[in-house]
């Protein structure tokens, strides 16, 4: 069973940059498609971004296109989100998540997703 841990989270201002990390434990990382969400203040949980169990592909939410780049390392055990160009639309606290694909492909589904980590907080002031 992974467990995961962000990390990376903090107070920008707007236009800045911040990349969030998230450790998984466990020997099967390179199982699970990776995934992160927020929660923005008085919203539900949206999806964000995933990327493939190799890394090779990778989807995104509107908002966050060509601002947001979601990358692994699975010799690192490590899931990141580089966040550029930051808008207080952004504020939110963060998770990642995994979803266990031993066959591959990927999911933007919330529900798919069977661990979650305790999850991250940006903030992003104008």
């Known amino acids: 069973q992974v467990q995961l841990v962000e990390s990376g989270g903090g107070l920008v201002q707007a236009g800045d940059s911040l990349r969030l990390s998230c450790a998984a434990s466990?020997?099967?990382?390179?199982?699970?498609?990776m995934g992160w969400f927020r929660q923005g203040p008085g919203k539900e949980r949206e999806f964000v971004a995933t990327?493939?169990?190799?890394?090779?592909?990778?989807v995104y939410t509107d908002s966050v296109k060509g601002r947001f780049t979601i990358s692994r390392d699975n010799a690192k055990n490590t899931v990141y989100l580089q966040m550029n160009s930051l808008k207080p639309e952004d504020t939110a606290v963060y998770y990642c998540?995994?979803?266990?694909?031993?066959?591959?492909?990927?999911?933007?589904?919330?529900?798919?997703?069977?661990?979650w980590g305790q999850g991250t907080q940006v903030t992003v002031s104008s």
């Open positions: 998540a995994a979803d266990y694909r031993p066959n591959g492909s990927w999911s933007l589904e919330e529900y798919e997703y069977e661990i």
């Open positions: 466990g020997r099967t990382f390179s199982s699970y498609a």
């Open positions: 990327i493939s169990r190799s890394g090779a592909n990778t």
